[in-house]
């Protein structure tokens, strides 16, 4: 089985309506059988919204974390709420991990626009989305709490690229992304980022830059 989690800290109603938008999506344009598993990270809001809600805001990486630990599926699949899926979106991610791959992504709209092709790219990096093997997830530890929110997902992707586990991305489905919609309210200046950036940067003892070599 399939389980899809979806990390969420509601500080306002926008990010609330974002999530229902998300669910939405979800339910209209997903073909196979799955659960999801929406985790409330110690959010100031409480709407009427299914979750597993935690006591203590844990940042994305521990949210994250928790949903894998209460999912039933043998994979999963880490879905930002902040994103509209796409018809065929869960099969693109998916079907590609019976077929050697062992975590795979599918294209984002903040950063690739709406276009698609029948292809498939080894070693992009990941982010608002990523199927990923229960046994793969379990093996590397999931997301490193430490990073909370950012870099979790290039530290995760540098880990399995040391423990030899091949990564992709189908480029044939595409998600709808409001990029950053959470951090715009509450890390508008970038103080998370800066010291996750620090973070990874001394963790990895490399300089990030736009080379795949830095990741």
């Known amino acids: 089985m399939i389980s899809i989690i979806v990390p969420c800290y509601w500080s306002s109603e926008h990010l609330v309506e974002l999530t229902k938008q998300c669910l939405e999506s979800i339910d209209n344009f997903t073909g196979l059988p799955c659960e999801i598993v929406v985790v409330d990270d110690g959010s100031p809001l409480a709407p009427e919204i299914p979750s597993l809600r935690l006591p203590d805001n844990k ?16 994979t999963y699949v880490i879905l930002n709420n902040d994103t509209e899926v796409c018809p065929g979106w869960l099969e693109a991610l998916t079907e590609p991990l019976d077929n050697g791959y062992d975590i795979m992504s599918i294209r984002t709209s903040d950063s690739d626009g709406f276009l698609t092709d029948d292809k498939i790219t080894d070693w992009d990096k990941f982010g608002s989305v990523l199927a990923i093997r229960k046994s793969v997830w379990d093996d590397l530890g999931g997301f490193d709490e430490e990073f909370r929110g950012y870099f979790c997902d290039l530290d995760l992707y540098r880990r ?13 489905s595409v998600i ?9 309210e509450t890390d508008k200046q970038d103080k998370e980022y800066t010291q996750a950036l620090k973070q990874y940067e001394a963790k990895h003892g490399v ?5 795949p070599r830095s990741w």
């Not at 709808?176 to 715009?184: N, P, S």
């Open 176 to 184: 709808l992304h409001h990029g950053k919609a959470t951090y715009q």
């Open 207 to 211: 300089a990030l830059n736009d080379s």
């Open 59 to 74: 940042g994305y990486a521990g949210a994250s974390n928790a949903g894998a630990k209460y999912a039933k599926g043998d």
């Open 160 to 172: 399995a690229r040391l423990k030899g586990y091949k990564i992709g991305k189908n480029h044939a």
